[in-house]
């Protein structure tokens, strides 16, 4: 077992593995070490190329970084693996976890996901998606057994998930919600009438602020693809963003060494994949700003962003968000400029919005259908009818009460 608590020693050959299980004409394997996913990282990211939502999240760097770094105890890493013959055609990577309830243990598995990153997905081919998905949940189902729930948080409505499991596939239950919105550019006319669509006193702003800053010797934007051998541009972005609120705050990737190391064996390897690009802005002797980007086919993502607080007189991260998208329109090749996200300063800059969903899966069985899914249909009526809503809050302060006087009792 290695640090990250996968196990090392079974199925070190998943194509050729000896559990492998045979479903709708496709061989399904459960893989459960690093060793094994990194022998088909080439295949799975030509699968993320070819993807509705090509995201980084699904690529092979992403899900093996966060096995390495973020899996703590009581979790497994498990990776189920789609074939045709022997050519790659579905990845669904998870953490499994159990839970132990009043009358049964139930297995949660969901794909790699923490408060500090973004959200994991399953990634197949687009011909006979279906029937690979019905595959490989078939397969997780076969390798888990009893009572479990696979739970998909925040995908985007691009997502095969989203689209099989709201057409509610009849192998499975399913529950799908929005789980909010993230915003992009469209790069579509000329930057010019992109331009021309922003608030005319935001504009004229950015055009203040970016001559103010044409004014240092020293001022110069640098568009980078990659870092270079010594991890300078990851080092440079992490202290800018420590340097700021968020390591004040103690939420800085640089105030937890987890999360740092993965940031830097992530990056190192999307950079070996030719998908990490880095843009700064400098001058008067600094970085003012930096964005960690990653460019997936068509799509460029504005990943993470920080800028130097102490030049916010000089809105550099306004100034370097303008100069990315005057340079997807530029160089053509970029459809959108995604930033994932829907924080309050994407309105300035005239965004659309594509929703994320929340989906949850349970076999078609009599406890999961009592345990899972009438329990989530449930608390989704409770939070939506007014009196309901009522009723169910004063239940649990009366159990939260009796609880407390419980505990308060001498033994």
Same mark, same amino acid.
């Given at each position: ?42 295949? /799975? ?16 760097? /992403? ?285 300035? /800059? ?62």
């Amino acid at each position: 077992m290695d640090r990250s608590g996968v196990t090392t020693d079974r199925h070190h050959d998943a194509r050729r593995g000896s559990a492998a299980l045979s479903i709708s004409g496709y061989r399904i394997v459960m893989a459960s070490t690093v060793l094994e996913l990194d022998e088909y990282a080439p295949e /799975w990211d030509l699968l993320v190329e070819q993807a509705p939502a090509r995201v980084h999240s699904i690529t092979h760097a /992403w899900v093996t970084s966060f096995y390495r770094h973020f899996v703590g105890p009581g979790s497994r890493c498990r990776c189920v693996l789609a074939f045709d013959a022997d050519r790659l055609v579905g990845v669904l990577p998870l953490v499994v976890s159990k839970k132990y309830l009043s009358f049964f243990t139930k297995t949660e598995a969901s794909p790699p996901a923490n408060t500090q990153t973004f959200a994991a997905d399953l990634v197949c081919r687009s011909n006979d998606a279906d029937g690979i998905i019905d595959a490989m949940v078939g397969g997780l189902d076969r390798f888990l057994r009893g009572a479990w729930e696979l739970s998909f948080h925040h995908v985007s409505e691009r997502s095969e998930v989203v689209r099989h499991f709201r057409a509610k596939s009849g192998r499975t239950l399913s529950f799908s919600e929005i789980d909010g919105y993230g915003n992009f550019v469209p790069v579509e006319g000329s930057f010019e009438d992109y331009l021309g669509s922003l608030r005319h006193e935001f504009t004229r702003n950015l055009r203040r602020v970016g001559h103010k800053l044409e004014r240092f010797p020293d001022y110069r934007l640098d568009f980078s693809k990659g870092d270079d051998a010594g991890g300078s541009r990851i080092s440079r972005f992490l202290t800018l963003e420590a340097s700021g609120w968020k390591g004040q705050q103690g939420t800085a990737i640089l105030c937890d060494k987890s999360e740092q190391a993965f940031y830097r064996e992530f990056t190192r390897r999307l950079d070996r994949r030719g998908w990490l690009r880095w843009h700064e802005l400098h001058a008067d002797g600094a970085l003012l700003a930096s964005q960690m980007a990653v460019q997936i086919g068509r799509v460029l993502y504005v990943w993470k962003i920080a800028h130097d607080e102490k030049y916010k007189a000089f809105a550099p991260g306004n100034v370097l968000m303008l100069e990315t998208i005057r340079m997807a329109f530029a160089e053509g090749g970029t459809d959108e400029v995604n930033c994932l996200t829907n924080s309050a300063w994407n309105r300035d /800059w005239n965004m659309r919005q594509r929703a994320y969903y929340n989906v949850l899966v349970w076999p078609r069985r009599p406890l999961p259908f009592l345990a899972g899914y009438c329990r989530v249909r449930s608390k989704v009526f409770l939070r939506r009818v007014p009196l309901a809503k009522r009723f169910y809050h004063a239940l649990r302060g009366a159990a939260a009460h009796a609880d407390r006087r419980r505990s308060a009792k001498p033994d």
